[in-house]
């Protein structure tokens, strides 16, 4: 890459290694506290898994890092900068995105026509501009259209380009959710529960290809799934939550025959 020497070694100094990371994290409901001094960190370019029985704070924890909750107390930092109270929009902008951020694909276009409607700054928005830079467009255009063929083979929907969405299966239009996320702008991708309702053949699917984004493109991924059994073997670190805290992490196997990770699925 043409990052300078000076850069990298700042980074590294900087926790380099970890893109995004939240320190201290507290958020109550009321009474409840949902989490509690939450401490997680997303490395980058790897797949990070986040587990823990019902209402132990997952869905939370991600609220904070995307930005649809603020938290009472803590940090969220994402490229080393603090983005505890920057509005998700910004965080989108910045790389960090979450599947369900991107609208629903539309059922009557393309799966390439999809990912090309998911770019940012499409000048087709207003018809006005569009007319005005017609020529710029028309390259403008032409890149987003290579681009957007490129996106689709990191993917694996390359041979679907011209379906439509509507043909496509519960795996993959979760492919094309990252694809489009990815034609945004995306480097960090949050996904909650993605093999829900999809068969397990295809889930595995899925999981080769989010394990090929992430060492073939660095793309950093954050998932939460109570499926382990399934996903357990794609991933490269797991946390687990119980009652608002990180009860467990480390390495996936490691993780998921923590005693105490066992007994709070049993408790649960
Ligand atoms: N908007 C809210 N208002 C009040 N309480 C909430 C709210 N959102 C979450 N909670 C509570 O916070 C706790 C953590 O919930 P959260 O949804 O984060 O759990 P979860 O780990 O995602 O669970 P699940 O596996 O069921 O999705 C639970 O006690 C829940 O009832
Ligand atoms: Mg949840």
Redesign the pocket.
Known sequence: MSESIGTLQLQRKGDGEYVLWTENVVKR??G?I?LNKVNIKLRKGKITLLI??????????VNVISGFLTPEEGKVIYKGKDITRLPPHDRVKMGLVRTFQIPKPFQNLTVLENVMVAAEGNPGENPYIAAIFRSKWKKFEKEQVERAFNILKWVGLVHKWDSKASDLSGGQLKLLEIARAIMKGADTIIMDEPAAGINPVLVHDLFDRIVKLSRERHVTFLI?E?RIGLVGKYVDYAYA?NM?EVISEGEPEEVFNDPKVLESYLGG
């Open positions: 409901f009321g409840i949902a823990g029985p019902n209402g132990s704070g997952k869905t939370t924890l939460i109570h939550m608002g």
